[in-house]
């Protein structure tokens, strides 16, 4: 499968991404990168479905350092509140990947949840 991927920037989030982009597609999912723009702020980094396990939205973070953009704070919670979960991952690992099937887990990264 080929991989959607837009980025241009060069850094730990960009390499996460690059590897859990590759983790799902070999585990069936299909991924798209979403982020690039302007025009796409406040929008999850990856949207990936599945055939048996439908559809996810996907920011990628780094755990030793990160933050949400302001349009991130105000978009996240209207994905949530109306049906369209965001789940942060922040490796491609089998921990990471499990936390696809749970609730969506954004808020837990807050820095208040820290």
Not at 41 to 54: I, K, T, V
Not at 66 to 80: G, I
Not at 94 to 114: A, D, H, Q, V
Request: glycine letters at 8%; one cysteine or more.
């Amino acid at each position: 499968m080929k991989a959607f991927y837009t980025k241009s920037k060069t850094g730990p989030e960009d390499k996460i991404q690059r590897e859990v982009i590759a983790f799902l597609q070999i585990r069936g999912w299909w991924v798209k990168a979403t982020h690039g723009n302007m025009y796409q702020s406040g929008f999850p980094d990856l949207f990936a479905c599945h055939s048996h396990y439908g559809q996810r939205w996907i920011e990628i973070k780094n755990k030793e350092a990160y933050h949400f953009t302001a349009a991130q704070l105000e978009d996240f919670p209207k994905f949530c509140a109306n049906g369209s979960g965001v789940w942060i991952l922040v490796a491609a690992t089998e921990e990471e990947y499990k936390k696809l099937f749970g609730p969506c887990n954004w808020y837990w990264y807050l820095s208040i949840m820290r």
